[in-house]
């Protein structure tokens, strides 16, 4: 299994809603991340997971909350968000550090009402 | 801090025909590595071509290489025989040193491949 699984593909959620994005990978990856990609823009790193521990927070909200709960799990939780937090948020995983590259779900496609 | 630069918002290229997308980066770090991603209206970012900074060949897959100039610090992608599939938004990447764990994407290049 050489690919990472992002669910739900599209999302639509109102401001005052709480919904959770998954993502899963069974490579033995051992670092996961979340990006946050406008349109025609390159992704903005959210999270670092590495081995299952947050390693870089890079200032996000705290309406994003992720989650790890096992080295093939990665969950970002969503509450009380803004219009312009509408995105395609990206999931990634990698061996133990970036330098081999990433592999990249497919991604969600988020819209805030 | 890593900066990754891509001077070429668009590009387009005739099919079978040979493209050439241009990347400079600047770092302080001896120590790293180097990406093409590669990603079509689909959304899904591909890994293209990776190339590590240590060595002096220049990585190749396919149809697709590298012109790497550790002095000058440029890493340019060149597709050969373009595809009509091979139309997307690519990012030139870089990783390592104090970086760890992050992926510094350039602004991305729009190809359109034309039939």
């Known amino acids: 299994d050489t690919e990472v699984t992002q669910t739900p593909k599209h999302l639509v959620m109102g401001m005052t809603n709480k919904k959770s994005l998954k993502c899963e990978q069974h490579?033995?990856?051992?670092?996961m991340y979340w990006y946050k990609q406008k349109a025609k823009k390159p992704p903005e790193l959210m999270f670092v997971?590495?081995?299952?521990?947050?390693?870089i927070n890079e200032s996000v909200p705290s309406r994003f909350s992720p989650e790890c709960p096992n080295s093939s799990l990665l969950n970002l939780h969503l509450h009380a968000l803004q219009p312009e937090d509408s995105a395609l948020y990206l999931c990634?995983?990698?061996?133990?550090?970036?330098?081999?590259?990433?592999?990249f779900g497919s991604g969600t496609r988020l819209t805030v009402v | 801090a890593q900066t990754v630069t891509q001077s070429q918002p668009e590009m387009s290229v005739q099919e079978a025909e040979t493209v050439t997308l241009s990347c400079t980066y600047d770092?302080?770090?001896?120590?790293?590595?180097l990406f093409w991603y590669k990603q079509p209206p689909s959304r899904q970012m591909i890994l293209v071509i990776r190339?590590?900074?240590?060595?002096?060949q220049n990585a190749t897959e396919n149809r697709f290489s590298v012109n790497f100039q550790k002095a000058a610090k440029s890493f340019s992608l060149k597709i050969s025989d373009s595809q009509l599939g091979d139309t997307a938004m690519y990012f030139c990447?870089?990783?390592?040193?104090?970086?760890?764990?992050?992926?510094?994407f350039g602004q991305g290049t729009i190809l359109t491949v034309h039939p």
């Open positions: 990634a995983s990698s061996q133990w550090e970036a330098n081999y590259g990433y592999t």
């Open positions: 490579m033995g990856h051992r670092a």
């Open positions: 997971y590495s081995y299952e521990k947050l390693s």
């Open positions: 770092t302080s770090e001896n120590n790293y590595y």
């Open positions: 190339q590590e900074a240590y060595k002096q």
């Open positions: 990447a870089f990783a390592g040193g104090t970086s760890y764990g992050k992926l510094t």
